[in-house]
């Protein structure tokens, strides 16, 4: 089975800051990658998917990158509605799903 | 758009089955293209698959949870299902219902299943 290994588990930053959330995994698995934000009582919301192509309606400040094992998830100036957990998650030639950890993110 | 609308018990006695239903609307189950997927997260946990049904009726598991899962389809209702045997207090979750590709779209807004006597 993939593992996913996200970092940090949470963080704290100041409006406006660059936020960098990075997974990786266990083995390759080439861009299979996506990003979500959840809110709390809310379901995830697509962000990223195949590890840089943004879902539609996103904003830009939302970006994703890396292949292979290493991936980047970041946002470039952080606004107070972006509070939230985001997870990376992954799929395989099965289309089984795995998750990462999440990323607890707030406001300093 | 497509909406996707759990239905189900909250609340769940030990030993007994978990049973779900997922509608889904502005869009066709057996139009095909999407797997319908069934995610859980435990209170305050992070999100775990627990398996899939494409329309054809063809189903893939989470491993972990395989031998007491069974995931079906209505076409006809526009519905797919989850079953969950032999429950305990480790699968009170917030249970989810998702159309899948290789992300997952569109999800339901989730339904607290909660196991207790």
């Known amino acids: 089975d993939i593992q996913m290994t996200q970092s940090p588990s949470s963080l704290s930053a100041s409006v406006g800051d660059r936020v960098t959330i990075t997974c990786q995994a266990s083995?390759?698995?080439?861009?299979?990658l996506n990003w979500y934000q959840q809110k709390p009582g809310k379901a995830p919301k697509l962000l990223i998917y195949?590890?840089?192509n943004l879902e539609t309606g996103v904003p830009s400040r939302f970006s994703g990158s890396g292949s292979g094992t290493d991936f980047t998830f970041t946002i470039s100036s952080l606004q107070p509605e972006d509070i939230a957990t985001y997870y990376c998650q992954q799929y395989d030639n099965l289309r089984v799903l795995t998750f990462g950890g999440g990323t607890k993110v707030e406001i300093k | 758009q497509v909406q996707l609308q759990e239905s189900g018990p909250g609340l769940v006695k030990p030993s007994q089955t978990l049973s779900l239903t997922c509608t889904v609307s502005?869009?066709?189950?057996?139009?095909?293209?999407?797997?319908w997927s069934w995610i859980r997260q435990h209170p305050g946990k992070g999100l775990e698959w627990i398996g899939y049904i494409y329309y054809s009726g063809s189903t893939y598991y989470n491993p972990s949870l395989k031998s007491r899962v069974t995931i079906s389809v209505d076409t006809s209702k526009n519905q797919f299902s989850l079953k969950l045997s032999s429950v305990t207090a480790a699968d009170t979750a917030v249970y989810y219902c998702?159309?899948?590709?290789?992300?997952?779209?569109?999800w339901g807004q989730g339904t607290l299943v909660t196991v207790s006597s």
């Open positions: 083995q390759d698995i080439s861009n299979y």
């Open positions: 195949d590890a840089s």
């Open positions: 502005g869009g066709s189950i057996s139009s095909g293209g999407y797997y």
């Open positions: 998702a159309r899948e590709d290789t992300a997952i779209d569109y």
